[in-house]
């Protein structure tokens, strides 16, 4: 299932700090003896939504409606708070 937040996005405050270049994260771990990407696996859905903004990631299905009580893949902003 794919949710599609660009609505929600075009609402949510741009993070003044963006995270760096792949190339810079690339040539800085260049020179490292062992490079672990298990965090990369868990970082989503292992940030807990604020109660009150986890409404805003709702969708229908034609069963049921949803949230996300965890932050899901395609929020604004989503990757500089799994780092």
């Known amino acids: 299932m794919c949710v599609d937040f660009i609505d929600l996005n075009f609402a949510c ?3 003044p700090y963006p995270l760096s270049s792949i190339d810079r994260l690339i040539d800085g771990a260049s020179s490292c003896k062992t490079l672990s990407f298990m965090e990369a696996y868990s970082g989503y859905n292992q940030i807990k939504m604020n109660p009150t903004d ?5 969708f229908m299905t034609n069963t049921c409606n949803y949230y996300y009580d965890a932050m899901p893949f395609g929020l604004e902003n989503a990757e ?3 780092s």
């Open 13 to 15: 405050p741009k993070d």
């Open 54 to 58: 986890a409404p805003m990631t709702a």
């Open 80 to 82: 500089q708070h799994t």
